[in-house]
Structure formats: structure tokens, C-alpha cells
């Protein structure tokens, strides 16, 4: 499936159960914090490593799910704005590679103010 096909998908979603009218940019922006946290709560008061999550199909099929809930609302946000998700996100790489250049930031997680 294409990016392209997923987002129609998710717009149809939307649209045969008359969303449009909820879907606005302050309640979407909000639908991605709420379902980011959620994929945060799974961690709560835990620490599972990469081996842990590769391990419990259960628990690995939770974070899939809490993943996709934020990149739809991701999607349909970006959709309801006219904005193409992979030109912000090339745009966006550019950005950050000015921001953070490999010579200064490699194996660092300083902030970029303060490299």
C-alpha cells in the first residue's frame, strides 16, 4: 500500500463517519499528543528493551497499534492542511542536518543551541 492510498483510506475513515466537522487542526494536534502518550503509557514505570519488545508478540502488537493511532492522526492532520507528509519530512531532515552537522553532533545528544 502506498502512502498516498493510506491517506485516502484514512479521509474515507473519516468522512463515512461524518468526522470532518471534529477534525480540526487544534482537536487533531491534541489527537496526536493524547495518542503519543498513550504509546508512552506502555513504558510507564518500565524500561523494556529492544530484545523484551521482540519477544512478547502481545506487547509488541500494543506498540504497533499506539504507533499507528499517532501516524493517522499524523496523516489525516497533514491531509486537512494540504501539506504533503514526505516534502515536510525531506524538508524537515534538511533542517535538522544544518542544525545538527555530523562533525559537531555525532554520538552527542547535546542540544543544538549548545553544540
Known amino acids: 500500500m502506498t502512502l498516498e492510498k493510506s491517506i485516502i483510506d484514512i479521509n474515507k475513515f473519516a468522512l ?12 487533531l494536534a491534541a489527537s496526536i499528543s493524547i ?8 513504558f510507564q514505570w518500565t524500561n ?3 530484545e523484551e519488545i ?3 508478540k502481545e506487547l509488541s502488537q500494543h506498540i504497533s497499534e499506539e504507533i499507528a493511532d ?3 492522526y499524523c496523516l489525516r492532520f497533514c491531509s486537512t492542511l494540504g501539506l504533503n507528509p514526505l516534502s515536510i519530512i525531506n524538508e524537515k531532515l534538511k533542517l ?6 555530523i562533525s ?6 547535546v542540544k543544538y543551541k549548545l553544540l
Open 35 to 42: 495518542e503519543a502518550n498513550e504509546l508512552l503509557e506502555i
Open 104 to 109: 559537531k553532533s555525532k554520538g552527542s545528544n
Open 16 to 27: 463515512d463517519r461524518d468526522w470532518n466537522q471534529f477534525h480540526s487542526p487544534k482537536n
Open 96 to 101: 535538522n542536518g544544518e542544525k545538527y552537522p
Open 48 to 50: 523494556h528493551s529492544r
Open 54 to 56: 521482540d519477544n512478547d
Open 70 to 72: 499517532v501516524l493517522i
